[in-house]
């Protein structure tokens, strides 16, 4: 069974940077598009960012110009970059394919983003 930890979250200010990393335990990234999510406490998931086996990138508008994904298949890695974080960003984030698989889900990581 694949196995995917996202690691990276933390406490950071308004406007500052994280980076957030996805690694699975075998190669799932070649032939699958991959997401992250994010949900905020009394909110439903949401989709954020995604990057197809291409390396096609779309974005949720509350992200866009300010977050990045990329893929590293060579790592079985999927990364989000998030730069000019606001408040609004605070939630734990996942990754998993797009559509999920729900074996898929794992922990996920908190980002906090507060003064």
């Known amino acids: 069974q694949v196995q995917l930890v996202e690691s990276g979250g933390g406490l950071v200010q308004p406007g500052g940077s994280l980076r957030l990393s996805c690694a699975a335990s075998?190669?799932?990234?070649?032939?699958?598009?991959m997401g992250w999510y994010r949900q905020a406490p009394g909110k439903q998931r949401e989709l954020v960012a995604r990057?197809?086996?291409?390396?096609?990138?779309n974005y949720a508008d509350s992200v866009k110009g300010r977050f990045t994904i990329s893929r590293d298949n060579a790592k079985n890695t999927v990364y989000l970059q998030m730069n000019s974080l606001k408040p609004e960003d605070t939630a734990v984030y996942y990754c998993?394919?797009?559509?999920?698989?729900?074996?898929?889900w794992g922990q996920g990581t908190q980002v906090t983003v507060s003064s």
């Open positions: 998993n394919a797009d559509p999920p698989v729900v074996y898929y």
């Open positions: 075998r190669n799932i990234f070649s032939f699958n598009t």
């Open positions: 990057i197809t086996t291409y390396g096609t990138t």
